[in-house]
């Protein structure tokens, strides 16, 4: 795997507020003070991905009022999913829960990627109990975009905040332009905004990945933690992110990688 370096001028990192293009794949929002409750701005163009875990059911809240009518799942024996009104109640059964689904109500269509895994404890930062959907007619949808342009790290006024020291290993076509944190999420930034977004797992010390979710903000994705290693996954392209800063206590030998860092 060839090596090169990448050096990023600080105005090129500098874009970070314009709007989330469409038919990304979009996840929940945490907006509520426990971030197990989230919301998820509609749109008819995107795919919504929803990480359910074993022995823990969550539930999906449309708008009051829709009635959900139909719902196709392309596999309907790895979860168990149970329309009521305006909510989806479901959890993951089988062993692979990897599968989409496709939910048609009296209003709108949606389509969802799910993916199931295990739960580290009731408390895992990742475990969704809701997820509540938001439109854009619904004045308080617009309080979710102030939320996510106002909220952004300060890049420009206190750079030294944030940590640009990443490598990358693996599959170009995945890999991020961009990668920083501020000590509690991680940002990336993809070469092409439209393109399909990778799968993204967190690696722990014995080389194990767990399935995580995150949003979009902005030009980027928005993952809710700081991590030694993330794996990036699309079919049979894989990418490897190495924080330099937070090396893994004990991991299994790196191959070669790119640079990515601030100068």
């Given at each position: 795997?060839?090596?090169?370096?990448?050096?990023?001028?600080?105005?090129?990192v500098?874009?970070?507020?314009l709007?989330?293009?469409?038919?990304?794949?979009?996840?929940?929002?945490?907006?509520?003070?426990?971030?197990?409750?989230?919301?998820?701005?509609?749109?008819?163009?995107?795919?919504?991905?929803?990480?359910?875990?074993?022995?823990?059911?969550?539930?999906?809240?449309?708008?009051?009022e829709?009635?959900?009518?139909?719902?196709?799942?392309?596999?309907?024996?790895?979860?168990?999913?149970?329309?009521?009104?305006?909510?989806?109640?479901?959890?993951?059964?089988?062993?692979d829960?990897?599968?989409?689904?496709?939910?048609i109500?009296?209003?709108?269509?949606?389509?969802?990627?799910?993916?199931?895994?295990?739960?580290?404890?009731?408390?895992?930062?990742?475990?969704?109990?809701?997820?509540?959907?938001?439109?854009?007619?619904d004045?308080?949808?617009?309080?979710?975009?102030?939320?996510?342009?106002?909220?952004?790290?300060?890049?420009?006024?206190?750079?030294?905040?944030f940590?640009?020291?990443?490598?990358i290993?693996?599959?170009?076509?995945?890999?991020?332009?961009?990668i920083?944190?501020?000590?509690?999420?991680?940002?990336?930034?993809?070469?092409?905004?439209?393109?399909?977004?990778?799968?993204?797992?967190?690696?722990?010390?014995?080389?194990?990945?767990?399935?995580?979710?995150?949003?979009?903000?902005?030009?980027?994705?928005?993952?809710?933690?700081?991590?030694?290693?993330?794996?990036?996954?699309?079919?049979?392209?894989?990418?490897?992110?190495?924080?330099?800063?937070?090396?893994?206590?004990?991991?299994?030998?790196?191959?070669?990688?790119?640079?990515?860092?601030?100068?």
């Amino acid at each position: 795997m060839k090596r090169h370096f990448l050096a990023l001028t600080t105005a090129s990192v500098l874009a970070l507020t314009l709007p989330y293009a469409a038919h990304a794949l979009q996840e929940a929002t945490p907006l509520a003070i426990d971030k197990r409750l989230r919301t998820l701005v509609y749109d008819p163009n995107e795919v919504y991905k929803f990480v359910g875990h074993y022995k823990y059911q969550s539930s999906i809240e449309l708008s009051a009022e829709e009635e959900v009518v139909t719902i196709s799942m392309g596999d309907s024996l790895a979860w168990q999913v149970t329309p009521s009104g305006n909510r989806i109640f479901l959890k993951p059964i089988e062993p692979d829960a990897t599968t989409n689904m496709t939910v048609i109500t009296n209003k709108r269509i949606y389509h969802f990627e799910l993916y199931g895994q295990e739960a580290q404890g009731i408390r895992d930062e990742d475990m969704v109990f809701q997820a509540r959907f938001q439109y854009a007619d619904d004045p308080s949808s617009r309080e979710i975009q102030r939320f996510s342009t106002d909220d952004f790290p300060d890049i420009e006024n206190e750079p030294g905040k944030f940590n640009f020291n990443y490598t990358i290993s693996g599959s170009e076509y995945i890999s991020p332009l961009k990668i920083f944190d501020d000590g509690e999420f991680t940002y990336f930034q993809f070469k092409n905004k439209n393109a399909e977004l990778p799968a993204f797992f967190v690696v722990d010390s014995e080389g194990k990945e767990a399935a995580i979710n995150y949003r979009m903000q902005g030009d980027y994705l928005v993952v809710e933690r700081v991590s030694s290693q993330f794996t990036l996954r699309n079919g049979s392209d894989i990418a490897c992110v190495f924080n330099e800063v937070l090396p893994l206590r004990s991991a299994p030998p790196k191959p070669k990688r790119k640079f990515l860092g601030l100068f």
